[in-house]
T-cell receptor, first 115, second 113 residues
Framework: DVKVTQSSRYLVKRTGEKVFLECVQDMDHENMFWYRQDPGLGLRLIYFSYDVKMKEKGDIPEGYSVSREKKERFSLILESASTNQTSMYLC??????????????FGEGSWLTVV | DQQVKQNSPSLSVQEGRISILNCDYTNSMFDYFLWYKKYPAEGPTFLISISSIKDKNEDGRFTVFLNKSAKHLSLHIVPSQPGDSAVYFCAASVGGSNYKLTFGKGTLLTVNP
C-alpha cells in the first residue's frame, strides 16, 4: 500500500513562530503536493514539486515556502505563522503524468492551530 | 474564479437509495476528473476517476458520468450505505491524472439508516 506520512497530526503554534510540516512518501513518487483544507473552501493547492529541489507555486503560496531535498520528503514551512494559517494541511504524492492506473495519494492531514 | 464547483454543500439520502453528487467545471482544458471521499480528521481517499475521452466509468457501487458539452460530471452511488456518509470532493486536472488537482468545495453526504 502507498504510504504518505505526515509527521505531526496536531500542532499548536504561536503567532510569529516558524513552523515546519513534514511529509514522507514511500512509493518513489516524483510529484508531491501541499494543500490546505478549510470549511467551505475545499482543498487549495499551496505548492507542488515534480522533482528534488524543484518547486512551483500553487494557488495560495503567500506566507509559505517548501523544501524538497530528498525525493521522498517534502516539507512545508510557515516562516512566520499567523492566525489565518490555522487550517488542516494535506500532503499528497503521485507519479508524473503518463503512467497509467495511477492516482494521487493523500496523507492523513496535519491540524495546525496558530494562537 | 472557481473552476470546479459543487453547488450542493450537503445531501441527505436514505440507505439503499441512490445518491447523486454533482460537479460543474469552467476550464475546458481539464481532461481528467476524480472523486475523493473524506472522513473527518482523515486525508481524502481516491474513489473513482474518468478521462475526458470517456463519458462513463463504473466501479462497483460507484459510477461517474461526464458530460463534456455541459461541463458537468456526477457521481452516482447505488445503493447508498451509512458508511458512505462523508464529504465528497470533485477534482479536475490538466495533463492527465498526475498533475496538480483543482478541487471543488465538497458535498457532505449523509446516508440515513
Amino acid at each position: 500500500d502507498v504510504k504518505v506520512t505526515q509527521s505531526s497530526r496536531y500542532l499548536v503554534k504561536r503567532t510569529g513562530e516558524k513552523v515546519f510540516l513534514e511529509c514522507v512518501q514511500d512509493m518513489d513518487h516524483e510529484n508531491m503536493f501541499w494543500y490546505r483544507q478549510d470549511p467551505g473552501l475545499g482543498l487549495r493547492l499551496i505548492y507542488f514539486s515534480y522533482d528534488v529541489k524543484m518547486k512551483e507555486k500553487g494557488d495560495i503560496p503567500e506566507g509559505y515556502s517548501v523544501s524538497r531535498e530528498k525525493k521522498e520528503r517534502f516539507s512545508l514551512i510557515l516562516e512566520s505563522a499567523s492566525t489565518n494559517q490555522t487550517s488542516m494541511y494535506l500532503c499528497a504524492s503521485t507519479y508524473p503524468a503518463g503512467r497509467t492506473g495511477n492516482t494521487i495519494y493523500f496523507g492523513e492531514g496535519s491540524w495546525l492551530t496558530v494562537v | 474564479d472557481q473552476q470546479v464547483k459543487q453547488n450542493s454543500p450537503s445531501l441527505s439520502v436514505q440507505e439503499g437509495r441512490i445518491s447523486i453528487l454533482n460537479c460543474d467545471y469552467t476550464n475546458s482544458m481539464f481532461d481528467y476528473f476524480l472523486w475523493y471521499k473524506k472522513y473527518p480528521a482523515e486525508g481524502p481517499t481516491f474513489l473513482i476517476s474518468i478521462s475526458s475521452i470517456k463519458d462513463k466509468n463504473e466501479d462497483g457501487r460507484f459510477t461517474v458520468f461526464l458530460n463534456k458539452s455541459a461541463k458537468h460530471l456526477s457521481l452516482h452511488i447505488v445503493p447508498s450505505q451509512p458508511g458512505d456518509s462523508a464529504v465528497y470532493f470533485c477534482a479536475a486536472s490538466v495533463g492527465g491524472s498526475n498533475y496538480k488537482l483543482t478541487f471543488g468545495k465538497g458535498t457532505l453526504l449523509t446516508v440515513n439508516p
